[in-house]
């Protein structure tokens, strides 16, 4: 089963989570970068991991329904 190859389709609060998770990714970069971000690395770090994993249980779920 190839998982590149599905078709799905996506809501709009769905996509919210995908590009929170992409976004706090951003931050992570940038406050390896400056220590300005430095103060609030934690929470976003927490944030990251929440969302990246809510995506991937969303992606996960489309997938099970179209087959």
């Known amino acids: 089963m ?4 599905k078709k799905t389709t996506w809501m ?3 996509l919210m989570v995908l590009k929170i998770a ?3 990714v951003f931050v992570l970069i940038g ?3 400056h ?12 944030l ?8 991937v249980v969303l992606w996960l779920k489309k997938m099970k329904q179209e087959n």
Do not use: M, R
């Open 2 to 5: 190839n998982f590149f190859k």
């Open 12 to 14: 709009n609060v769905e």
């Open 22 to 24: 992409i976004g706090s």
């Open 31 to 33: 406050a390896y970068f």
């Open 35 to 46: 220590h300005f971000i430095h103060s609030v690395l934690i929470p976003v770090i927490i």
């Open 48 to 55: 990251c991991i929440i969302t990246v994993a809510w995506a």
